[in-house]
C-alpha cells in the first residue's frame, strides 16, 4: 500500500501543468541578432512543449524583430526563403506553411511570446532546427532542436 502511495503522488505532480519542467523552454533574443542558446532538447515524454521567446533588446520589431521557428533541419531554409515575402504582418512565414512545426510570433525589443504545440508528431533522431525568419537573421539566429529519448 505504500508503494501505491507514491504512484499516485508521482502522478499528480505530474499533472502540474503551471509548473515548469522539461517540457517548458524559455529562450532570449536580443538586438545583437543572437539567441541565448544555440541548441534545445525536450525529453520524448513530452506530449505538450512550450517555448517562451523573450527579447530584451530595445529595438522595434521592424529592425530588429525576431521570432521563434521550429522546422525539419532539411526544410529550415526553404521556409525562411519562402517566409520573406509573406512580410512582418505574417511573421515573415509563408501563410499555410505545413513544414512550420511550430511559431512564435515576431516581437520587438521588450516583448515576448510563447508558443505551446503538440509535440507527439515529433521524433527521436529527427534533425530540427529552430530559427528566426525575420530576413537575414537565419545566418546568425539558429540552432538545434533534438527530441532525446
Ligand atoms: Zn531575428
Known sequence: M???HIVVAASLFAAGSAMAGPCDLEIESTDAM?????????PASC???TVKLVHTGKLPKASMGHNWVLAKAADMQAVATDGIPAGADKNY???GDTRVLAATKLIGGGESDTVSFDATKLKVGEAYNFFCSFPGHIGLMKGTFAVTK
Not at 543572437?34 to 525536450?42: A, G, T
Open 2 to 4: 505504500r508503494f501505491a
Open 47 to 49: 506530449k505538450k512543449v
Open 34 to 42: 543572437k539567441f541565448s542558446k544555440d541548441s534545445l532538447s525536450v
Open 93 to 95: 512565414l509563408k501563410p
